[in-house]
């Protein structure tokens, strides 16, 4: 079955360190992927995606994120982050195969100034 | 770039009526638009797909006779929410899919805050 999983829940970081939050994908054909974030009282921003080619991903606001097909991953990064990143950050994945857009349990991201 | 206008972003609805949300992609066809619910804290829980021009696909577990969802053209669909209960109470949150993908895959409305009263 189609599922997609973020392990950690709520990450807690100060401000200038580095970010990586996992996702973890599981499907069957071809898969699209995409990391959106969603700031307090606001709707969903798209920060980056994967549909095919250089699986290096950079994104919005210095992210980037990671398409490793053996380990099923799509891990986001960012190399230092500021109290403005604080938000929930939601990785997803679009089967080609169904067409639908399956969303991970999300991470809460609290960046201390 | 690809937008998908949804309305209305707030309402507010007496218990046992019905609410109807649009969902409009203003400058691509949308083959496959998506309903999502968002509780608070929570991540986003697919309900339904729905394809133009054809009955809408339900996830395990929610109800088709509550949500009626249409899907009457390219860049329309519509999401009602039928005899509405406090329960109901929640975030829906559209998408459109059109192609090629890359350009117009998945791109989601700024969703509409139901709450019934």
């Known amino acids: ?113 | 770039g690809a937008v998908v206008s949804q309305h209305p972003s707030r309402v507010i609805c007496k218990s046992g009526t019905s609410v109807k949300i649009e969902c409009r992609s203003l400058d691509f066809q949308a083959t496959t638009m998506f309903w999502y619910r968002q509780f608070p804290k929570q991540s986003l829980m697919l309900m339904a797909t729905s394809n133009e021009g054809s009955k809408a696909t339900y996830e395990q577990g929610v109800e088709k006779d509550k949500f009626l969802i249409n899907h009457a053209s390219l860049t329309l669909s519509t999401l009602t929410v039928t005899s509405a209960h406090p329960e109901d109470s929640s975030f829906y949150i559209c998408s459109a899919r059109g192609q090629p993908e890359a350009n117009y895959g998945y791109t989601f409305g700024s969703g509409t805050r139901l709450t019934v009263v």
Do not use: M
């Not at chain 1, 580095?18 to 606001?42: A, D, H, I």
């Not at chain 1, 169904?98 to 969303?103: N, R």
């Open chain 1, 1 to 113: 079955a189609q599922s997609v999983s973020q392990h950690n829940h709520h990450v807690i970081l100060s401000e200038a360190a580095s970010l990586e939050l996992g996702c973890n994908y599981s499907y069957g054909g071809t898969v699209n992927l995409f990391w959106y974030v969603q700031y307090p009282g606001q709707h969903l921003q798209l920060l980056l995606k994967y549909f095919s080619g250089d699986p290096l991903v950079k994104g919005i606001k210095g992210f980037e994120a990671e398409f490793i097909k053996s380990k099923f991953s799509f891990n986001l990064r960012k190399p230092s982050v500021q109290w403005s990143d604080t938000a929930e950050y939601f990785c997803a994945g679009g089967s080609s195969n169904t067409g639908k857009l399956i969303f991970g349990q999300g991470t809460t991201l609290q960046v201390k100034p």
